[in-house]
């Protein structure tokens, strides 16, 4: 083989590289194997969530085996109902919070954070019962139901927020107080839960386009 090319050879080999890495192109026993990428991530995940990484990484945390082997496999209807109940696991361990701070803790709160926390146990009462309506609606393949349902839901998370806020930066209150800690304590709970509030929204709306009509 002749100078030139070899060099030709030697200047290809950087450039076979670079190829590999741009593609994600892992090299096993010298050959190039080709994987796609985000090759974990289910394809009905993708486009459940519009390949939005929050909303991929948000249906698959805290889940099973089982249930990770279950997205896997799952249609599109069912990762909308994956969707939904996981979201209402969510608002009902957000709502539980809220309800044994008032069962046992009563002795303890002032009567303004006592008002706050039962205007919030009241909006998170129907607001879960309507993520309910949403599931047995996405069951039915009532879709465009389900997401009325979870719209007016949405709405009821959000209406308890502006009573805690204002007892948490309310000048009246020390914020050293231990009354205000459970007031801070559940206004966390709750903006954890509003963070991701909007994810089984989004998957429903692509569920009802997809399906036909």
Known sequence: MSR??????????????FFCLTLQLPIVKGR?????????????VAKACNNNN???????????KDDLDSLQKA????????????IEQEATNVSTVVRMKLLNDSDK?????????????????????????????????????????YTIA????????????????????????YVDHHIAEVANARNNLVKFIHIPLDVLKVVAASSPH
């Open 4 to 17: 030139r090319s070899n060099n030709f050879l030697i200047n290809l080999i950087p450039l076979a590289f």
């Open 32 to 44: 190039v194997q080709i994987q796609p990428i985000n090759n974990n991530v289910p394809p009905n």
């Open 54 to 64: 929050e909303c991929i990484s948000w249906l698959q945390a805290d889940r099973s």
């Open 75 to 86: 249609d599109l209807k069912t990762i909308g109902f994956l969707a939904l109940k996981k």
């Open 109 to 149: 709160l002032s009567p303004d954070t006592q008002q706050a926390l039962s205007d919030c146990n009241d909006h998170f009462i129907p607001a879960i019962e309507l993520i309910n309506d949403a599931v047995d609606a996405t069951v039915n393949s009532a879709f465009e139901d389900a997401i009325n349902y």
């Open 154 to 177: 949405i709405t009821d998370f959000e209406v308890c927020y502006p009573r805690l806020k204002a007892m948490r930066t309310s000048n009246e209150v020390d914020v050293g107080d």
